[in-house]
């Protein structure tokens, strides 16, 4: 299956033709005319949602065309492009994992016979919190580098 996004292509002042698209802010893409504009597009949004499914993020529903502002100040105009419906499914990994009794008590008490989902919705809620940070990871393994 397949879908199709709209996106805004303008020619830019320094020549060429950049791309982007409303529904994927920072997905950008540009060509030296604007057949090869097009397709580094389609490039560019293929590995901007592969990017997305694989950090867990939810793909947004096409805008329509038509419900899309241009720019005033630029020549400009809005396309279709047809990307490959993402394949959200994303790999499971086991893992053993060693808590206090209560706790999983807990947990079991809210999860309706779904451990491993609710810690994955519990971790996600989480990470949500450390999204502010672009590169949280970095920034721990830094922090955790200059306190020994």
Request: proline share 6%; net charge neutral.
């Amino acid at each position: 299956m397949t879908v199709k996004y709209a996106a805004v292509m303008e020619q830019t002042d320094i020549g060429g033709f950049g791309v982007w698209f409303p529904d994927f802010p920072g997905c950008v893409s540009h060509g030296e005319d604007a057949a090869i504009a097009a397709q580094a597009a389609r490039r560019a949004l293929a590995r901007h949602i592969d990017g997305m499914v694989d950090n867990g993020e939810t793909i947004p529903r096409p805008t329509p065309a038509e419900a899309v502002e241009l720019p005033h100040d630029a020549l400009s105009y809005v396309f279709l492009v047809e990307t490959g419906a993402p394949n959200t499914a994303s790999p499971h990994v086991r893992l053993n994992v060693t808590l206090p009794a209560g706790l999983v008590r807990r947990i079991d008490a809210v999860s309706q016979g779904n451990r491993s989902g609710w810690l994955a919705m519990a971790a996600n809620e989480q990470l949500k919190r450390y999204a502010v940070s672009s590169n949280y990871a970095a920034s721990v393994m830094s922090s955790r580098d200059k306190s020994r």
